[in-house]
């Protein structure tokens, strides 16, 4: 089991729907990341808070968009997404944005875009 | 791009025997960072060398860091069948914030 906790494990959904990916951490993180991960590739950062504060985007297309409504939970909300965007994505903590400091990962949510 | 290169792509070894990994980045760094992800999992981290340390040790797995060739290896000895995954290098650049730039990965299967 992980520390860092991702909803739905699994999503499908078509290219008009609106969903929420959700991520929790209760180890007092004060720094979390979305990344993106397609099939046989590294993780690409996608967004970065630091103290509920959106501190980098890293160009993520607007049908995107993060949302860190408390210190302990970090949302990732969908619209409008291509087939492209099908992917594993991964959500991470660390203690804070700064050097040195390991980053903790959830198991991920595997997005169908049909 | 800033994503580092790791080789082998793809590593089979035997039970028992060691396994090493190399990694190599282009730019000046903070440090340098080791994850494992087994399949259809998330990425665990494994273990951190600054960039003014040559080797680090934890438990079977070993880590060297090069900073005038850029590169870093992975040893990991007697290897068993739950070390099946992929590894990943991760670099922090010596400026800016705690974002980690992926290697391209390295998928280890270990026989028993």
């Known amino acids: 089991d992980t520390e860092v906790t991702q909803t739905p494990k699994h999503l499908v959904m078509g290219m008009t729907n609106k969903k929420s990916l959700k991520c929790e951490q209760h180890?007092?993180?004060?720094?979390m990341y979305w990344y993106k991960q397609k099939a046989k590739k590294p993780p690409e950062l996608m967004f970065v808070y630091s103290y509920e504060k959106l501190s980098i985007n890293e160009s993520v297309p607007s049908r995107f968009s993060p949302e860190c409504p408390n210190s302990s939970l970090l949302n990732l909300h969908l619209h409008a997404l291509q087939p492209e965007d099908s992917a594993l994505y991964l959500c991470?903590?660390?203690?804070?944005?700064?050097?040195?400091?390991?980053?903790?990962f959830g198991d991920g949510t595997r997005l169908s875009i049909l | 791009s800033q994503q580092g290169e790791e080789d082998p792509q793809a590593l089979s070894i035997q039970e028992g025997e060691n396994a090493t990994m190399n990694c190599s980045y282009k730019t000046s760094i903070n440090n340098l960072q080791w994850y494992r992800q087994n399949s259809g999992r998330g990425l665990v981290h494994l273990i951190l060398i600054r960039s003014n340390e040559r080797e680090k040790h934890s438990g079977r797995l070993r880590v060297t860091l090069d900073t005038s060739k850029k590169s870093s290896s992975l040893l990991i000895t007697a290897s068993r069948a739950a070390d099946t995954a992929s590894y990943f290098c991760?670099?922090?650049?010596?400026?800016?914030?705690?974002?980690?730039?992926f290697g391209t990965g390295t998928r280890l299967t270990v026989i028993p």
């Open positions: 991760a670099t922090v650049l010596q400026t800016g914030a705690n974002n980690l730039f």
């Open positions: 180890m007092g993180h004060r720094a």
């Open positions: 991470a903590s660390s203690q804070v944005v700064g050097s040195n400091q390991p980053q903790h």
